[in-house]
């Protein structure tokens, strides 16, 4: 199946810091990608739809100021969590669907975000 | 998109079949289930989906009732490599999203 990646695997951060998340997928062109948020033995909950070109869309409680997501190209997403704080400590999780298999999601290994 | 009832978890012998299901009364007629599993600080992974008709690749086998308010999923040799957790997803694949909305799911226990 396609492949979607995530970077970095891994972050720790301090309490009011900005940390950007980058997800891309590698052997197709995504023109929607989604991100998500899975707190500890807990389900993943979609925070926003992020399409190439135009503005993410976020689901209801997801403040826009605070996860500024970025869709520049055909295979890169970005999620910045700005302002950091601890209650913001999750695994990150994106996904995107390939054009040619629109009906799966393919999504990547996750990030893990640690606010110190 | 209609909900889904699933088992907390399950335990399967490694080497036998698991047979995981999913109750989706609600569902509507254009919408489909979906499978995914996402095994431990691991992103989830697709699985198979369907509409009415039983269907089987590579992973799994997917049987869907007559009348589609319930489906299984059936992992014929079930292998420790298959622990996870197993999400059923309804959808309706007409828009344009297709918005994964992921419940608690089935955590499946294969043991030696």
């Known amino acids: 199946g396609a492949v979607v990646s995530q970077h970095p695997s891994r972050v720790i951060c301090k309490s009011g810091t900005s940390v950007k998340i980058e997800c891309r997928s590698l052997d197709f062109q995504a023109t929607t990608m989604f991100w998500y948020r899975q707190f500890p033995k807990k389900s993943l ?8 070109g135009s503005k993410a869309t976020y689901e209801q409680g997801v403040e826009k100021d605070k996860f500024l997501i970025n869709h520049a190209s055909l295979t890169l997403s970005t ?8 209650e913001d400590s999750s695994f990150y999780i994106c996904s995107a669907r390939d054009p040619r298999t629109p009906a799966e999601q393919y999504f990547g290994p996750g990030t893990r975000l640690t606010v110190t | 998109d209609a909900k889904t009832t699933q088992p907390t978890s399950m335990d399967c012998a ?3 079949a698991a047979n995981l299901p999913c109750n989706h009364s609600t569902i509507s007629g254009n919408e489909y289930v979906y499978w995914y599993r996402q095994i431990h600080s691991q992103g989830p992974q697709y699985i198979i989906h369907g509409l009415k008709n039983n269907e089987t690749n590579e ?3 997917l049987i869907i009732t007559e009348d589609r308010k319930s489906s299984t999923l059936i992992l014929p040799h079930a292998t420790l490599r298959d622990t996870a957790v197993y999400y059923c997803i309804v959808l309706s694949s007409g828009g344009s999203n297709y918005k994964l909305t992921f419940g608690k799911g089935t955590l499946l226990t294969v043991n030696p």
Do not use: D
């Not at chain 1, 909950?45 to 190439?52: R, Y």
């Open chain 1, 45 to 52: 909950m979609l925070m926003a739809t992020s399409n190439e």
């Open chain 1, 79 to 86: 999620l910045t969590v700005t302002s950091a704080h601890p």
């Open chain 2, 14 to 16: 490694e080497g036998r």
């Open chain 2, 59 to 61: 992973m799994a086998s």
